[in-house]
């Protein structure tokens, strides 16, 4: 259990340098509305989404193709406020994180709209109930200086099996090929039901970053990303088709603070 005097600081009391609620759609200008885009095809890594008054409904259709055929079954609708890709063929991109081949097999213009270096970000969600789901949110190295900078900041990963009065999720740094850090990932448990909206925050830079939630904090790691990140807030279906479609989570607002 999280002790009293484990609060996290209040917000900056400046207005946030990225304030979004999507209730005017998703602003391409902040947004791209696929999953690593550079490693797939547009087909199988667009986002399926819906604008709802509470904020944007990411959805998960029946017909949603796999994210790539070698993942199957893996389907995935995000947002994302970046990507860097090398060329067609190459293995140069934004978040090698799988280790089984990735190439470049759609061209993709390198695009940096958000990428913060340290800083706070607040992200208020309401996670998925439905079967073999995960809301994840990530900041992750855009890569585009240099392959090395390619860590991730796992704010949260939330199972809908890990749902209910009490709920469970996943929250730290994977390293990846950034040798500078080490993969720090731990379990959390949310004395709430995580599919009502609720905030969660990452607070990094200068060495720390610490991860909380509704004003508590989670997390504190004595290490920190010092390169670009971009953020991406993805729902996932892992395994077989099955269950009722759409399946659904919903961002209800994203702002972030620069240091």
Same mark, same amino acid.
């Given at each position: ?116 270096? @340290?800083? +706070?970000? #607040? ?8 079967? $073999?789901?995960?809301?994840?949110? %990530?900041? !992750? ?38 040798? @500078?850090? +080490?993969? #720090? ?8 039901? $995580?599919?009502?909206?609720?905030? %969660?925050? !990452? ?52 702002? $972030?603070?620069?240091?």
């Amino acid at each position: 259990m999280l002790e009293p005097h484990d609060r996290l600081p209040d917000p900056p009391r400046t207005d946030p340098v990225f304030d979004d609620d999507f209730s005017r759609d998703v602003d391409p200008a902040r947004w791209i509305a696929h999953y690593l885009p550079h490693w797939s095809v547009p087909e199988r890594s667009a986002a399926r989404y819906s604008t709802r008054p509470e904020g944007l409904e990411l959805r998960i259709d029946e017909d949603q193709l796999d994210w790539r055929p070698e993942d199957a079954p893996l389907r995935v609708s995000n947002l994302q406020t970046g990507v860097f890709a090398g060329p067609l063929g190459s293995a140069r991109g934004t978040h090698r994180h799988r280790p089984d081949g990735l190439v470049v097999r759609t061209e993709t213009p390198t695009r940096v709209m958000f990428a913060p270096e @340290r800083g +706070r970000i #607040d992200l208020t969600v309401s996670a998925s109930t439905d079967r $073999a789901c995960m809301l994840a949110a %990530w900041l !992750v190295g855009t890569e585009h200086s240099s392959p090395d900078d390619s860590s991730e900041i796992c704010v949260f990963e939330i199972d809908a099996d890990a749902v209910g009065e009490s709920s469970r999720a996943r929250s730290g740094i994977k390293a990846h090929h950034d040798r @500078r850090l +080490r993969t #720090d990932m731990a379990e959390v448990v949310l004395p709430f039901d $995580a599919s009502r909206p609720h905030t %969660w925050t !990452v607070i990094w830079g200068e060495g720390k970053t610490i991860i909380g939630c509704e004003g508590r904090v989670l997390r504190r790691l004595a290490q920190a990303p010092d390169y670009p990140m971009i953020l991406l807030i993805d729902l996932f279906e892992i395994g077989p088709a099955g269950g009722t479609y759409p399946k659904t989570a919903t961002i209800h607002r994203v702002r $972030a603070w620069d240091h």
